[in-house]
C-alpha cells in the first residue's frame, strides 16, 4: 500500500460536532472540551462558527468561546465564518485562521447558506479580501464534493471548476466534503488522482461523514491517494443540520487508532484523546457512535477467563 508516514488530524467537534446538538450546552462545557482537546496532541481545532445565531443558536456565543479557550503553544485554533459579518466578528475576536466553505450542488449551497454557488463565490472572495488584510490564513471547504442529497452526483468537472476558482482567491488549502456520507473509496481515489495531478504542490485536506459506514474506508483511500491531512470529529459527533440524514462525522479517536495501527504517525495521544472522548459521552448524556472508546484499543489485551 502507498500510505504516508504521517498524517495532519484536524477536531471538529465543538464546530461541526455541537451544531446539530439539540440541548443548549453550557459555554463553559464547550470551553472546558477544547481546552482538554489541546492537551491529547491535536495540532489543530475547529472550536466554532461564527453564524447567525438564528440559524445555529448552539453556536450564539463563539466570542466568549473563542476568547476564554487556553491557548498553548503549537496548537491551531480555527473558526468557521459563513458570511462577511462573520467574517468581520472573527476579525474583532483576534481568531488567525478561519474556514469558509460553500457547496458544490446548487441546491444544497440554497439549502446550507440560502444563496447559489455564483453567490457563494462572490462572498467567500470578499471574506477572503478581509482576512488578507488582517493576516488571516483562509482554507475553503467544499461541501457535497462526493455528492448532493437533492442533485445526486457532483462531477468531477464541477469540483474541479470550484477548486480553481478558490485557488485564484488566494486560499491556502482546499478541503472535500462528503456532507451527507455518499462517497465510496473508488469514487475518492479518482476524485483525489484527478486533484492531485492538476494541482500536485497544493495543499488539500478531506472531510468524511460515516452515515453509511464508509467513512474510514474513505480515508484509506485517500491516503493511497496522497492526501495527509483530515478532519473528524470526537466521538462520531455531528453531521449536517441542513441535510437530511445527513448524521455521522468520522470519529477522531477511531481514526487515530486505525493510523496509529497502520504504522502512520499522528502525534497524538491516543489514551488522553479515548479519554476526553469518554468524558464527551457523559456530558451529553447519551452513547455516542464512537467505537474504540467502547471496545478499547486492540492492544488492551485481557485476561483469559478459567475453562
Not at 54 to 64: H, I, K, T
Not at 128 to 147: P, S
Amino acid at each position: 500500500m502507498n500510505l504516508p508516514s504521517s498524517v495532519k488530524v484536524s477536531e471538529v467537534v465543538t464546530r461541526d460536532g455541537f451544531q446539530s446538538e439539540a440541548q443548549t450546552i453550557p459555554t463553559d462545557q464547550k470551553v472546558g472540551l477544547i481546552n482538554k482537546l489541546s492537551t491529547t496532541g491535536l495540532r489543530r481545532i475547529e472550536i466554532t462558527s461564527f453564524v447567525h445565531p438564528r440559524f445555529v443558536p448552539q453556536l450564539a456565543d463563539a466570542e466568549e468561546v473563542y476568547r476564554r479557550i487556553e491557548r498553548p503553544t503549537g496548537v491551531e485554533f480555527i473558526a468557521l465564518v459563513p458570511n462577511l459579518k462573520g467574517a468581520e466578528r472573527a476579525v474583532a475576536c483576534g481568531v488567525k485562521e478561519i474556514n469558509v466553505v460553500f457547496s458544490a450542488s446548487e441546491a444544497h449551497n440554497r439549502s446550507n447558506v440560502r444563496m447559489s454557488v455564483a453567490e457563494s463565490l462572490e462572498n467567500v472572495g470578499k471574506i477572503v479580501e478581509l482576512a488578507q488584510e488582517y493576516g488571516i490564513k483562509v482554507n475553503g471547504a467544499l461541501a457535497t464534493a462526493f455528492g448532493c442529497p437533492f442533485e445526486g452526483a457532483v462531477t468531477v468537472q464541477q469540483v474541479m471548476r470550484l477548486v480553481k476558482e478558490y485557488l485564484a482567491m488566494g486560499v491556502a488549502s482546499v478541503s472535500f466534503a462528503d456532507t451527507t456520507g455518499m462517497a465510496n473509496p473508488k469514487q475518492v481515489y479518482d476524485l483525489v488522482s484527478r486533484i492531485l495531478d492538476r494541482w500536485p504542490d497544493q495543499e488539500f485536506s478531506l472531510h468524511f461523514h460515516n452515515t453509511r459506514g464508509t467513512g474510514l474506508a474513505n480515508v484509506v483511500a485517500g491516503l493511497q491517494a496522497g492526501i495527509t491531512s483530515y478532519d473528524a470529529s470526537l466521538g462520531g459527533l455531528g453531521g449536517c443540520p441542513f441535510a437530511p440524514g445527513a448524521m455521522g462525522n468520522i470519529c477522531t479517536e477511531d481514526l487515530v487508532h486505525m493510523l496509529h495501527e497502520m504504522g502512520i504517525k499522528t502525534g497524538i495521544d491516543l489514551d488522553k484523546l479515548i479519554a476526553v472522548a469518554r468524558y464527551l459521552q457523559e456530558l451529553l448524556g447519551r452513547p455516542l457512535p464512537g467505537q474504540v472508546m467502547k471496545a478499547g484499543k486492540v492492544s488492551d489485551l485481557h485476561p483469559l477467563l478459567p475453562s
